[in-house]
């Protein structure tokens, strides 16, 4: 199973190495203020990507403590047992 599961991460790795290589034409992003820059297509779908990731961990990590604080307290609520309200 980990042979197969390495061989499906190579192939997926050539077919984006091979779509970088094939799409390394020049792009101009422009900017407010006629501000420009050029640079490759590869490079510049790479950052997007990138920053996506960023944003999305950035988002998530508020819901993360809030669920491990929840589940401290719990954890302690069942380590303490049941009150008796006797």
């Given at each position: 199973m980990r042979v197969l599961v390495w061989l499906l991460r190579a192939v997926i790795f050539f077919m984006l190495f091979g779509l970088a290589i094939k799409n390394s034409g020049t792009v101009e992003l422009r900017f407010f203020l006629n501000q420009?820059?050029?640079?490759?297509?590869?490079?510049?779908?790479l950052v997007a990507f990138t920053a996506g990731v960023i944003i999305g961990l950035a988002a998530a990590v508020g819901a993360w403590t809030?669920?491990?604080?929840?589940l401290a307290e719990l954890r302690a609520r069942i380590e303490t047992g049941p009150r008796d309200s006797a």
């Open positions: 420009d820059w050029q640079a490759p297509l590869s490079l510049v779908l809030r669920q491990r604080r929840e």
